[in-house]
């Protein structure tokens, strides 16, 4: 656990717990890479793809009417051999001649010419056919979903949503934000606001004498700016600008709520809803009127006496035996049951059968796998959402053998800028050169520190870059002309192999060298790192806004560890192998760093630990999703 103070500058964390092992780490990392990859890999595969088509297969209505057609099949030929069965034991010829002369039959066979009966049967044909359900159903849905279309438009319009859209869409301020966005106003402000953040002015503003900058054109400038800056309009512009209600405004307007509510007014004012609300009226009136003149010609005495009789025992047994004798039935079909035609039915519906079978017991051993299940489980889980959540912009792990100079330089960015040289800080003992002192090998750099003379640039003030002689060297590299970032994740998996007079750092820095952070920084023992934000004007003469604190006990020296530092717009976090070892809300840099890696030797030194180095095994910078 950690001891943290809150309220101060220094905190002062203590180690009672250990630090996971980097190997432990990146195994881990490793392991739910290939896990997500894998994942990635089975979503994509064609077993996957070819088990989801099976089961589509079998919850299709394909796959159910084949089942259906199937078993219908197998029936028909079961009752073929039951009726044969039956028949071979049947002896009725009981009255049926009898019958044929009856007044009842001579009726029936009489009205079964009729026209009225023709034209119930077309009626009845027509109503219970699937064309006329199937139609009314669509008239019925299509007339539902217009009705629910007005609905729907009536309760989004009634919605606060769109309420509150609406009326801060027509608000004076918003009016008024309008034309102050158009105003040369806030043209000419912003048009100061750039050259007075501008590397020009800065220079003439130095340049100048105090007292008399103010009547030069660039303090007139600089003068307008702040009054602008206090101007009703230009307050009013930017505070309307950060407004919630202005951001929740804009939002809406590009909502899905706000899109279905004009597509649905634009459809409710259109012909083509209007016609099709008649279209629908008329065509279920025709279709209604039909099914009830059905309904009372089925009531009629005739069609009643008729369908009874059609219905009746008698008439069925006396149609049975009218249309074929039962020795003639029991021959036909007794020779369709000794046929190849009969035999090639059951083996075909046998064979359907068992594909049908293996095909669902195939879906059932994928379903119950090992390999799905795990699948299922994982696919909608959050176990990789620290992949998903973070994208890869910039990496290195330093495996081409030399150095990639369109990544890296390695000098001060001022040093590139101004003297197209290397150059030391005024406290250095060690001269940082230009890259003779950055060693790459086995996928890995070291930026080497070492007890040797050198002769180089340093700065001094007032008088600029003096030549010095320097009894140490050392060296560092910089992402300051190749990537630059704000807000994200910064990670490095780094060896220290420490001697005690070398400052060892993984650092960010603004282009104006503030703001500051400091991710690693080891200079006083090898257990405590030393962690911290520095904000402000480089020209104060205050000095910088700080916020510090140290992580003790772990000895950095003994591996590599990987040092991540998560930077959002309002809390700094600093991790060694995934463990929290700093937090802080204070002091929040807010424009683009980049990352330098540096070694350095300050203060007293003797150099009889040298040489000694900060290796370095990868580089990443990650951006939030």
Not at 133 to 151: F, G, H, P, V
Not at 546 to 558: F, N, P
Request: charged share 35%; net charge positive.
């Amino acid at each position: 656990m950690a001891n943290i103070a809150f309220g101060s500058k220094y905190f002062i964390f203590s180690k009672f717990s250990s630090i996971p092992k980097t190997s432990k780490i990146e195994q881990e990392r490793a392991s739910l890479v290939k896990e997500f990859n894998d994942l990635n890999d089975f979503a994509k595969s064609e077993e996957l793809n070819n088990f989801n088509t099976l089961k589509n297969y079998l919850n299709s209505s394909e796959y159910k009417e084949l089942s259906t057609s199937i078993q219908s099949k197998k029936k028909q030929e079961q009752d073929k051999i039951k009726s044969y069965e039956t028949q071979k034991k049947s002896k009725k010829f009981r009255d049926y001649f009898k019958f044929k002369k009856s007044p009842k039959l001579i009726s029936y066979l009489s009205f079964n010419k009729s026209q009225e009966l023709i034209d119930y049967e077309e009626l009845e044909k027509l109503v219970t056919s699937s064309e006329f359900e199937n139609k009314k159903r669509s008239l019925e849905d299509q007339k539902a979903t217009e009705e629910n279309k007005i609905k729907e438009f009536a309760t989004l319009t009634k919605s606060k949503p769109v309420k509150n859209y609406f009326r801060f869409k027509e608000s004076t301020k918003l009016k008024e934000f309008k034309t102050i966005s158009k105003s040369g106003e806030l043209e000419k402000f912003n048009e100061l606001e750039k050259y007075i953040s501008s590397e020009e002015f800065r220079k003439a503003k130095n340049a100048a004498d105090q007292k008399e900058f103010k009547n030069t054109p660039e303090g007139k400038k600089e003068h307008d700016f702040e009054a602008l800056k206090k101007s009703r309009n230009i307050k009013f512009y930017f505070k309307f600008n950060d407004s919630i209600k202005y951001k929740n405004y804009l939002a809406f307007e590009k909502s899905i709520e706000l899109e279905k509510y004009n597509e649905l007014q634009e459809y409710l004012n259109s012909s083509d809803h209007k016609e099709k609300l008649v279209n629908t009226k008329k065509g279920l009136e025709e279709l209604n009127g039909q099914l009830k003149n059905y309904q009372q010609k089925k009531k009629s005495n005739a069609i009643k006496t008729y369908y009874k009789f059609h219905n009746s025992q008698k008439f069925k047994d006396f149609q049975a035996f009218e249309k074929s004798n039962e020795l003639a039935d029991y021959l036909e079909l007794e020779k369709y049951l000794a046929s190849e035609e009969h035999k090639e039915t059951l083996i075909s519906i046998e064979e359907k059968e068992k594909a049908e079978a293996d095909k669902k017991k195939k879906h059932e051993d994928f379903n119950n796998s090992k390999k799905y299940k795990w699948y299922l489980s994982v696919k909608d889980s959050n176990k990789f959402d620290e992949l998903k959540n973070w994208k890869l912009v910039f990496g290195d792990d330093f495996s081409d053998g030399e150095l990639n100079t369109e990544k890296w330089i390695t000098r001060y960015l001022w040093g590139d800028k101004f003297i197209n040289d290397a150059y030391a800080l005024e406290v250095d003992k060690a001269f940082p050169t230009d890259g003779n002192n950055v060693e790459l090998s086995n996928s890995s750099l070291k930026i080497v520190t070492r007890k040797e003379k050198t002769e180089g640039k340093a700065w001094k003030q007032p008088f600029g870059f003096i030549p010095q002689e320097f009894d140490y060297t050392t060296g560092m590299i910089s992402t300051a002309k190749s990537h630059r970032q704000k807000f994200g994740k910064f990670e490095a998996k780094i060896k220290v192999n420490y001697a005690k007079p070398v400052n060892y750092n993984f650092w960010m820095v603004s282009e104006k060298n503030l703001p500051h952070v400091d991710i690693l920084k080891l200079n006083k023992k090898k257990t405590k790192v030393e962690l911290a934000s520095y904000t402000g004007d480089i020209t104060d003469n205050k000095g910088p806004d700080s916020v510090k604190s140290e992580y003790t006990g772990l000895d950095v020296a003994q591996d590599y560890f990987i040092y991540t530092f998560i930077w959002t717009p309002d809390r700094l976090t600093w991790k060694i192998n995934d463990i929290i070892v700093n937090e802080q809300k204070k002091n929040i840099p807010q424009e683009e760093m980049y990352l330098v890696f540096s070694s350095s030797m300050t203060g007293k030194v003797d150099g009889g630990g040298l040489p000694a180095s900060l290796e370095i095994d990868w580089v990443r910078c990650y951006k939030e999703v």
